[in-house]
């Protein structure tokens, strides 16, 4: 053996030492927990019933082989920090609340999200839409006769509830909502939005369709109770986001629970129970078309 072939392989042994050290040095700087933390914005389900989710949660504990702690929130805003600040390892966000959240921290990773039945308000499918409702029995019959009213918004980290009327919407009546309505109110959810509008607390809001699907269900109102006068286009359903700083394993093994959680009873009950046929999976690009009308926002208060 010459010298340079006995240089080369202790080069090359140097090298393959390197890249296994690396690949263990990067493994143990991956997020490993012992508890994965869980979150949800608020929605009608969530604050009606958590037990509703323990099928999923079921399904993340047995993919994992850890425990789920789910994390209840008080606002879009809360969920966005806990992810943030690294308390919470998987959450739902609002398409609006996630690119919010992303622009902070790239790491932040979308694995799925929901496939939706046809409902009353709401389409087939992976998206949904934001609807401008009032009273059936208002006498409101156009965008035009609601100037000068009191109107509903959700949160200011909602895509339907805040984001679409503040740019899509604001296009229709070619002025910004503070001075077309007599006054614009947050009503902290799209159930909430949806009942607002029935007892009188404002004229119309805009709710996302598979939220005004969830009043209907629970027998406070129904579709002949409502009368839309704007839609806006479909957009992505709720993204459920993973920490991308879990290990890639942790994140395939979470991913890939959402996916195979309609081949159970126990997991095709619970998306009964929200009007999902199944999980699809889904990626930050999915997203682009919420950055669009942040851009848009954004460049109107420039």
Request: with cysteine; net charge negative.
């Amino acid at each position: 053996m010459n010298i340079w072939t006995k240089t080369s392989k202790m080069v090359g042994a140097a090298l393959l030492a390197s890249v296994a050290f690396t690949g263990i040095a990067q493994a143990q700087d991956c997020k490993n927990p012992d508890v994965i933390r869980f979150s949800m914005i608020p929605t009608e389900e969530t604050t009606q019933e958590l037990a509703l989710y323990q099928p999923l949660v079921n399904q993340i504990k047995d993919a994992t082989g850890k425990n789920v702690e789910f994390f209840l929130p008080t606002s879009y805003a809360s969920v966005v920090e806990a992810m943030l600040g690294g308390f919470v390892d998987l959450g739902m966000h609002g398409p609006y609340s996630y690119v919010i959240a992303q622009e902070k921290d790239p790491e932040l990773r979308v694995v799925a999200t929901y496939a939706k039945h046809k409902g009353q308000f709401q389409e087939e499918g992976p998206g949904y839409k934001a609807v401008l409702v009032a009273r059936a029995d208002s006498g409101y019959t156009s965008v035009d006769d609601l100037k000068g009213t009191v109107i509903g918004l959700t949160d200011p980290a909602s895509t339907s509830g805040n984001l679409l009327p503040r740019v899509s919407f604001t296009k229709v009546i070619g002025a910004e909502l503070e001075d077309y309505f007599s006054r614009v109110v947050y009503t902290g959810g799209h159930d909430l939005s949806g009942v607002a509008v029935i007892e009188g607390q404002v004229d119309a809001a805009f709710v996302a369709t598979h939220r005004l699907d969830n009043v209907l269900e629970r027998g406070i109102a129904t579709m002949d109770d409502y009368v839309v006068l704007w839609s806006s286009p479909v957009i992505p359903q709720d993204p459920f986001v993973v920490n991308g700083r879990l290990c890639p394993e942790i994140i395939d093994q979470i991913q890939g629970a959402f996916l195979a959680l309609a081949d159970s009873d126990e997991g095709r009950q619970y998306l009964e129970n929200v009007n999902a046929s199944k999980f699809v999976a889904m990626t930050d690009a999915d997203y682009d078309i919420i950055r669009d009308l942040k851009a848009a926002k954004d460049a109107k208060k420039n």
